[in-house]
């Protein structure tokens, strides 16, 4: 996979934008959303809007999260090197790749087998180490829980009971929760198991649906 002069160069103007403009901060992040070859996660007719700040369709009908979307899901997360993080909705692989990029231990499900088939072939090209999953991510992954953090990428009508069960005390979940429009939530579970909320902006998402296709 190509990734030259002008994708670098792109990448760096989009991502200082971020930084400048738009509240993004945390250095692991940034770095992470350096490193990471955006435009290798959409198809190459699609290229050159790899790094402009706007959600775009991946198939299945779709979208992968706008740049600014992801950069400030995983700086809410707060994930440092060697957690166990869990991702519900894969999409295109991009956000599991920043944060494989972060130094995560990632498990990231998807729904879609179209789509979990393509993030597969495009995260072991990029030599990326992920344990992707086809499966419905409302129910988590009992077996490899409990989880440090937990990043839900498509908009919940409630917040999963089994996600909540499955998070570490003293971890994280940011998830987008809502039904047509959802607002940003931040969870932390302390460590007697209290649950504190905290809501951010509203956002759009696809939404969480059960069962696979
Ligand atoms: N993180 C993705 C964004 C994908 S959009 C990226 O960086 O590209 C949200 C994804 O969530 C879609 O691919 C959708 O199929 C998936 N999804 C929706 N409900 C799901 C569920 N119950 N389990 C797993 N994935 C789900």
Known sequence: MLDNFRHKGLRKKMIDYLNLNRGISNPLVLS????????????????????????????????ISSLYTVAFQTQLLDVNPKEKVLEIGTGSGYQTAVLAEMGAMIYSIERHRALYKKAKKTLSSLHYRANLIYGD???????????????????????????????????????????KEQIMTHICKDLEGNIVKNEHEKCQFVPLLRDRE
Do not use: W
């Not at 490899?144 to 998070?167: H, N, R, S």
């Open 137 to 179: 991510g409302y129910l988590g992954l009992e077996n490899e829980a409990p989880f440090d953090k937990i990043l839900v990428t498509c908009g919940a009508a409630e917040l999963p009971p089994l996600l909540l069960k499955q998070l570490k005390l003293g971890g994280q979940m940011v998830i987008p929760i809502g039904f």
């Open 32 to 63: 992470a959303l350096l490193k990471v070859p955006r435009h290798a996660f959409l198809d190459s007719s699609f290229l050159e809007f790899a790094y402009d700040d706007q959600p775009f369709p991946i198939g299945s009908g779709q979208t």
